[in-house]
């Protein structure tokens, strides 16, 4: 689930009570029967997740129909085709919260994890193109300032790149034009995140290290083989640090210089994810242009790169209020679907919350899960709220497919109301369930420990 | 009793145990014959007959463990499965207790997965003594409160978990469903629509076209239609959102039966803080 900066600091009450407590990963895909390899990993049980910040949160505005019907979208499986849909893999499952997902791993596609090759015969025979080719999984932040797209900037157009994932890369049907255009308003709303040691055009603050101050020396400072190059000539201060050119790095052909805002969070790095840490791709500067970088002044452009690559706050608490805020946001395009008698997005709506609602559920574990001490009659009465959630907002389909708005409207108001309602019983169940950082990492323990018997 | 709708062999054969029961009633045809109430005593002999199969699964898996016979025990670990799964519209709310011991996720040490685990991935018939004595013992109390003379079903606590059961078939699948290692989760599927099935045609069905034709029909239908979305060879045959969306479809409309059966409304997967303090 996704969260904003906003929302998961109101409930991070007991959360910060265990946040001492090391995160735990989920475990990867054990079972033949499932839809990806054995061996997959989609990272998608966060406790922290990245943060997320939109142009109109920094603007001072608020959400909007189409942002809302591309926010929903791309958590939606129901916009792709064969296996993705079947793995329930949506935008979000690569671009955790608009980031990149650097634990994503699918074998046969992935050369290391946070590479995936999207040209690739798992998901569309007919994308397959020869070569086993797998790029980094980007951050869409700043995205409306990172034209073109792709990693060798093959499409100009990001309606006709999103067009592209959704057909090609993972087998949907052709997507309506209102599908576009929702999801192309979302993702050019996700926004850079805010960093106090660097000012909007890209200088540092006085919250930057006196290393980082060195390291921009030598970031402005000419190559010593080319005095008419140096880092910042592709990586443009004021320019979201990009030139919009690709270029041959010495890689394995031309590929687009990469944005270093936010950047600290978006390895590995390079286009096929090479390398993981900053020191490594100064290392290869260095040598590829033969720079002649002292150890020190290397430590002090990678100190300049981190302070440029920062965020305020890059990562926020997953909680039950920020999926009841999140998943309200997604509902709400049946306020004007309904109306409009728009079977379509009424669909997609009812199918696509609803299973983020059954997500929800599934964190309050039931009495079968003996992993969890305590709060059963919380966790049951969570479980059976989220259900209730579920089928009314089926009912709402069911009412829209049988033409009778009035009273999918009516039902949906209702459905409104159960969500008020369920909140606090989800509240007073959270501290025994998944979001509770102690819980998740026994139940996932527990899982962890059923695979290591499987071995 | 009329069990007048067109259930599949396999259900007839499910149904025959406890239609058998019901000989009488058939006979005489009074007006008593479709009452939820004669349902519900036809169906504790379906309950007992399907926990008599797990136990004789569980039983011929210790042999086959006992000597060293991977195929045979991984044979009785399913047919020992199917019995328990078509149970499942009372096991949780009926026998938590045991729902919990011999049903548990994720546990290594206990219950179905941790064999299963043992038995299908690691293919080893080593350390499966004790998790498997351990569920027989389990489910021989199960059996035990099952056959005690006080237990009874009801048709509200077995509406409740048929409409819950419906809503879990639609659970996602995409890491490979309920039984992960063995590959057997459409086995699973099959048998919990197999158990909806016997339990909506046994008890509910003929009351609800009484009262209500039209929710009784599309309830059969959905019912019907999912039937024909899980029989399918595997997981991955299947079309795991028809499943998903027919399975909500069918709990809604459980929902919408219950005033109309003259029951209480209630909330799909709700168990009374009685029956949850009981189990902690």
């Known amino acids: 689930m996704r969260t904003g900066p906003i929302r998961a600091t109101v409930a991070a009450g007991f959360i910060g009570l265990a946040m001492s407590v090391t995160a735990a990963t989920a475990t990867p895909v054990v079972s033949k029967d499932a839809a990806l390899p ?14 997320e910040l939109f142009a109109f949160d920094r603007a001072g505005g608020k959400r909007f129909y189409l942002f809302n019907l591309g926010d929903m979208l791309f958590s939606s499986s129901s916009i792709f085709g064969g296996k993705a849909a079947d793995a329930g893999m949506s935008c979000n499952s690569c671009h955790q919260q608009g980031a990149n997902n650097n634990k994503l791993f699918v074998p046969g596609l992935s050369a290391r994890p946070g590479t995936f090759d999207t040209n690739g015969a798992l998901f569309n025979a007919k994308a397959d193109n020869g070569v086993f080719d797998p790029v980094t999984v980007p951050s869409l932040r700043g995205s409306k300032y990172l034209a073109p797209y792709g990693h060798d900037g093959r499409i100009a157009s990001l309606r006709e790149f999103i067009r592209n994932v959704i057909v090609n890369e993972f087998a949907g049907p052709e997507p309506s034009g209102q599908v576009l255009d929702a999801l192309v308003t979302y993702v ?4 850079f995140l805010p960093n106090e040691k660097m000012t909007s055009d890209g200088h540092l603050t006085v919250k930057a290290s006196d290393a980082a101050r060195r390291g921009e020396a030598l970031f402005n400072k000419p190559f010593r083989t080319n005095a008419s190059m140096s880092c910042a000539t592709c990586h443009q201060a004021d320019a979201a640090f990009i030139d919009r050119k690709v270029h041959d790095i010495g890689t394995g052909g031309y590929f687009k210089t990469k944005t270093l805002i ?4 978006n390895a590995p790095y390079f286009h096929d994810g090479r390398f993981d840490t900053f020191d490594e791709v100064v290392g290869y500067f260095d040598q590829h242009y033969d720079l002649g970088l002292s150890p020190s002044e290397q430590s002090d452009l990678v100190a300049y790169l981190d302070t440029i690559g920062d965020a305020d706050t890059p990562f926020t608490p997953n909680t039950v209020q920020a999926e009841v805020d999140e998943l309200t946001a997604f509902a709400s395009v049946l306020d004007v679907a309904i109306p409009a008698r728009d079977k379509d997005v009424i669909r997609l709506a009812v199918d696509s919350v609803g299973v983020e609602w059954r997500e929800v559920g599934e964190k309050f574990p039931d009495r079968r899960d003996t992993s969890v001490d305590g709060g059963l009659a919380e966790r049951l009465k969570a479980r059976a709220s989220v259900r209730d959630l579920v089928l009314t907002l089926r009912r709402v389909a069911m009412a829209a497919e049988a033409d009778d708005f009035v009273e999918a409207a009516r039902l949906y108001d209702r459905y409104k109301k159960l969500v008020v309602a369920a909140t606090p019983r989800l509240q007073l169940a959270e501290p025994w369930s998944l979001y509770n950082p102690r819980v998740h990492e026994r139940h996932f323990a527990a899982l962890r420990r059923l695979s290591e018997l499987a071995k | 009793m009329p069990v007048s ?21 058939l006979v005489s045809g009074t007006a008593q014959a479709g009452s939820m109430s004669d349902g519900i005593k036809a169906y504790k002999p379906f309950i007992a007959e399907n926990i008599g199969k797990a136990i004789a699964g569980a039983k011929a898996m210790q042999a086959a463990v006992k000597a060293g016979d991977l195929k045979a025990a991984q044979d009785a670990w399913i047919k020992s499965r199917k019995g328990w799964e078509v149970m499942e519209p009372v096991t949780g709310v009926y026998f938590g207790e045991f729902d919990k011991t011999i049903d548990p996720w994720p546990n290594a040490k206990i219950g179905y997965h941790a064999i299963e685990a043992v038995l299908f991935a690691a293919k080893k018939t080593d350390g499966l003594d004790q998790p498997i004595a351990e569920m027989l013992a389990n489910m021989d109390k199960f059996e035990k409160k099952l056959n005690d003379k006080t237990s009874a079903f009801d048709p509200q606590k077995l509406l409740e978990g048929t409409a819950n059961l419906a809503y879990e078939v639609g659970e996602e699948k995409s890491g490979g469903g309920e039984s992960p290692f063995a590959g057997t989760s459409i086995i699973d599927m099959q048998e919990n629509v ?29 019912i019907g239609n999912l039937e024909k979305l899980v029989g399918v060879a595997d997981i991955k045959s299947m079309d795991a959102k028809k499943v998903h969306v027919g399975g909500e479809e069918l709990a809604a409309l459980m929902l919408q039966a219950a005033p109309k059966l003259g029951l209480k409304d209630f909330k799909v997967g709700d168990e009374d803080d009685e029956g949850a303090e009981k189990t902690k």
């Open chain 1, 38 to 51: 054995i061996g997959s990993e989609l990272n998608e049980q966060l406790l922290n997740q990245p943060t």
């Open chain 1, 188 to 191: 050019n709303e996700i926004s």
């Open chain 1, 262 to 265: 936010n950047a600290k969070y």
């Open chain 2, 5 to 25: 709708v067109s259930p599949t062999s396999s259900t007839i054969a499910r149904l025959g145990c406890a239609v058998a029961l019901l000989g009488i009633v």
């Open chain 2, 194 to 222: 197999e158990g909806i099935e016997v339990a909506w045609k046994l008890v509910f069905a003929d009351t609800l076209k009484k009262k209500d034709a039209k929710l009784a029909g599309l309830i059969e239908e959905r």
